[in-house]
């Protein structure tokens, strides 16, 4: 069955540090997402990509964060000078579809620590 | 805002219990509703949804069905098995790409 998948699994990182997280989303998705897991807190949307841009992001997700899909498969979240409160598990999800009803796949996650 | 809301955990259980995890929205319109499964270790997987009000979803012998009188989508399982123990997570979706999820519910399923 196909599967998103995320590397590293773990990225320990100084603060102020860039970090780029790498995702690989089901081969005939063709919406692509970030979430994150701040320990013991919930699940949080952080941007979704279609077509080559941005197509919605929380409040989150500031001018320190971009994502980037560089070829076509690969598709990355990057982190321009990481703080400590950026630590937190870093979800990659996709969908073939925007609709509400559409189900989408979770990535094993990365674990980030800063610092 | 559009959110969710799960009993707060760790829900601890001998094998074999009946397991109901309680979630309850708030929404402005229709959402879609979704459980996801947290295995040690691992990703969100989905565990079952549901798109309109009155169906069910259902995966594993877990069940959840979707009432918007009570805007509630709470999970249950007949009879829990040592394998089912993960953190459980109850989430919104409408047409849109922000999925909104609850805090998750840790389930450990003794022998």
């Known amino acids: 069955e196909p599967e998103v998948t995320q590397t590293p699994s773990h990225q320990v990182t100084q603060m102020g540090q860039e970090v780029i997280l790498r995702c690989v989303p089901i081969s005939n998705h063709l919406y692509f997402y970030w979430y994150r897991q701040i320990l013991g807190q919930k699940v949080e949307f952080l941007v979704s990509f279609y077509n080559n841009e941005i197509s919605e992001k929380s409040e989150i997700f500031d001018d320190q964060f971009s994502v980037e899909r560089p070829d076509g498969s690969n598709f990355t979240l990057k982190i321009r000078s990481t703080k400590l409160e950026d630590s937190a598990m870093y979800f990659c999800a996709s969908s073939t579809t925007r609709g509400g009803q559409d189900t989408q796949y979770f990535g094993p996650g990365t674990r980030l620590t800063v610092l | 805002g559009d959110s969710v809301t799960q009993m707060e955990g760790p829900v601890t259980l001998s094998e074999e219990a009946f397991l109901t995890i309680n979630c309850t929205y708030t929404a402005t319109g229709y959402p879609s509703l979704f459980w996801y499964v947290q295995y040690p270790g691992e990703g969100l997987q989905l565990l079952l949804k549901?798109?309109?009000?009155?169906d069910k979803g259902s995966n594993k012998g877990f069940e959840a069905t979707y009432r918007k009188e009570t805007t509630s989508f709470h999970l249950e399982k007949g009879s829990v098995q040592v394998s089912d123990s993960a953190v459980y997570f109850c989430?919104?979706?409408?047409?849109?790409?922000?999925?909104?999820f609850g805090a998750g519910t840790r389930l450990t399923v003794k022998p």
């Open positions: 549901a798109t309109k009000a009155d």
């Open positions: 989430a919104l979706r409408y047409n849109n790409n922000d999925m909104r």
